[in-house]
Every structure is written in C-alpha cells, then in structure tokens.
C-alpha cells in the first residue's frame, strides 16, 4: 500500500500527512484517546477544513484526521 500512496501524492502532500500523523499534538491525542477536547477539536476541524495538515491526511489515508489510519 504504502507504494501506491507515494506515487499518487506529491511530496508535499505525503510531508503534511506524515506531520498530521505523528507530530500534530492535537491529532495524535485526538486519535489515540478517541474522546476528550483534542477529538473534539480534530473532529470540528474536519466539518471547517481550515487545517492543510488534517486535509492531507484525509487525502492520502482515506479517513478523518481523528480516525487512525487503515494500516494501523
């Protein structure tokens, strides 16, 4: 799986889902947890979609940026 996503993306993309997925206090606590402030917050920047981070997460992994990815 993980060559399909590097040849649909460009870089910049996969950089900002990567930093969604493991740097991003917000979205990695949100995610493990899933509850509390932090989901709550990831789950309401899902409905605005101001974030790019979250946004290319959604797009290279197919699910919400509160939702652990399908490899996981």
Do not use: H, N
Not at 3 to 15: A, F, G, N, S
Not at 42 to 61: G, I, T
């Amino acid at each position: 799986m993980q060559d399909r996503v590097e040849t649909q993306w460009d870089e910049k993309t996969l950089r900002r889902a990567q930093f969604c997925r493991d740097k991003c206090t917000a979205c990695k606590l949100g995610r493990k947890r899933g509850k509390g402030l932090f989901y709550r917050i990831v789950r309401l920047e899902s409905k605005l979609r101001f974030c790019p981070w979250c946004r290319a997460y959604e797009k290279v992994y197919g699910v919400p940026a509160y939702q652990k990815p399908p490899s996981e």
